[in-house]
């Protein structure tokens, strides 16, 4: 960006708290910034952990020790350490409680008094997370970092980094327009987050109350999760908490100033600090993963749909810009920013299917074993009933029948129904959890 000179004289003597702190964006972020603007004059990054000792372990093992730095290393060399200490607090933190869990901490009003900037990059991404983990985070994190904010004398700019899925399933040319409080995508009223919690908490004593394994408590909840999102119009857990974030984040801010970040599908770097940096399983990565392992041999999608991914490096240099170019704008004013590659530079799902597996033939994914996973061109459906005509006729009527003969010959098959019934389940969620992504109108 030729704001790459007005970003680094930005960014000078700046004071940001960043949230999120181990995430997969939050970690190029922090490189970034290290990088081009060694003058910033302090950077509190806040990490989930229990006390300060904790919280600087996983940096130390997260962050600093992962390959995205090593271009840092080399420009600093010996001196890293130093330049970090000086530049860097660690935050013990939890921001799905008030005050975002840092009333015991010894740096709180330090913080308070010098932040001029939040960046809240802390979210689950997982399509199917336990309801109460993502409305923790995903919802609740918003509206607590929101309150924090206000509590800051000098404070300067919120940045909120949210989806561009937050839309759901719909088609076209999407503004970026804010989502307003008790707002449904499907029209269906009564949409209250303190409700959602009731809601969560009643299931959880229930749950409880029955006896329930930690197991069943984690099904629950993440099947919780999907049928709320459902029922206002949302596809899955992820989006629908995000959307209830933006809720809060725009009927609190007051006169905040804010900027919110929507990014469609966030994969590995383009170019900074090197191309291929990634790290985690998040969005379409288990799809990707799951017929790498050979688990996914099949799939319903229409193979001419576009799906619209952006690399991690120029959402963060899209943060960085939107905050230069804040200082331009009325001080009060929220501006959101979609980010995305699908109008200049779109690739279909037949293309990405094609990509996958020409690579994973030539670079299979090595198992537990260290034997070689061999994969197959996937088989395609371009509609949900030939999909699900499919999965009756070649599996679920074997499974039934095996199922019926298991029991017949005292559970001599046990283990075989057991795995194929595991694997059909997690194909079948899968597919429920990306439908509407894999048959995306533009």
């Keep these: ?5 007005s970003a680094i004289g930005f960014l000078e003597n700046k004071t940001i708290l960043i949230t999120g702190s181990t995430g997969f964006l939050a970690k190029i972020l922090l490189e970034k910034i290290l990088r081009i603007q060694p003058n910033v004059k302090k950077l509190y990054l806040l990490l989930r952990a229990t006390d300060e000792t904790t919280a600087m372990q996983r940096f130390c093992n997260e962050v600093m020790r992962k390959d995205l730095f090593k271009v840092l290393k080399e420009k600093w060399g010996a001196n890293l350490d130093s330049f970090i200490s000086e530049k860097v607090s660690v935050v013990a933190s939890d921001i799905s409680v008030s005050d975002m869990g840092l009333k015991g901490s010894t740096l709180v009003e330090e913080i308070k008094h010098n932040v001029q900037i939040i960046i809240n990059l802390a979210a689950t991404t997982n399509f199917n997370e336990r309801y109460d983990v993502a409305l923790g985070t995903n919802t609740l994190g918003a509206k607590h970092v929101v309150n924090f904010a206000k509590q800051c004398p000098n404070f300067k700019l919120l940045v909120h980094v949210s989806t561009a899925y937050i839309s759901g399933e719909k088609e076209g040319f999407i503004l ?25 908490e009643q299931r959880l ?5 029955n006896g329930a394994s930690e197991k069943d408590v984690t099904i629950a909840m993440k099947d919780l999760g999907i049928q709320r999102a459902n029922q206002y119009g949302w596809p899955n857990t992820y989006v629908f908490t995000k959307a209830m974030g933006e809720m809060l984040i725009n009927d609190l801010k007051h006169n905040l100033p804010l900027i919110i970040i929507r990014p ?26 799951g ?43 929220t501006r959101i920013y979609h980010i995305g590659s699908s109008m200049r530079n779109p690739i279909k799902i037949g293309d990405l299917q094609r990509f996958i597996c020409q690579y994973f033939i030539e670079k299979p994914w090595i198992n537990g074993d260290g034997n070689a996973t061999k994969v197959k061109k996937i088989t395609i459906f371009n509609n949900m009933a030939s999909f699900h005509r ?8 074997f499974l039934k029948i095996l199922e019926l003969v298991n029991k017949a010959s005292c559970h001599s098959f046990e283990d075989k129904y057991i795995d194929l019934k595991r694997k059909l389940n997690w194909v079948i969620r899968q597919v429920q959890l990306y439908r509407p992504y894999l048959f995306f109108k533009i």
């Design 176 to 200: 970026e327009t804010p989502h307003k409080l008790g707002e449904s995508l499907n029209g269906t009223e009564g949409l209250n987050i303190e409700i959602e919690q009731r809601i969560i």
């Design 1 to 5: 960006m030729e704001e790459s000179g």
């Design 390 to 397: 499919y999965i009756t006729i070649r599996y679920l009527i």
């Design 205 to 209: 004593k229930q749950l409880k109350a």
């Design 264 to 289: 469609t599908i966030v994969t590995s770097t383009y170019k900074e600090p090197f191309s291929g940096w990634i790290e985690g399983t998040r969005t379409i990565d288990s799809l990707i993963v």
């Design 291 to 333: 017929y790498a392992k050979g688990k996914l041999t099949f799939i319903p999608c229409d193979t001419n749909s576009i799906i619209d991914m952006i690399p991690a490096d120029m959402v963060v240099n899209t943060i960085i810009a939107t905050m230069v170019r804040h200082k331009f704008q009325p001080p009060y004013q």
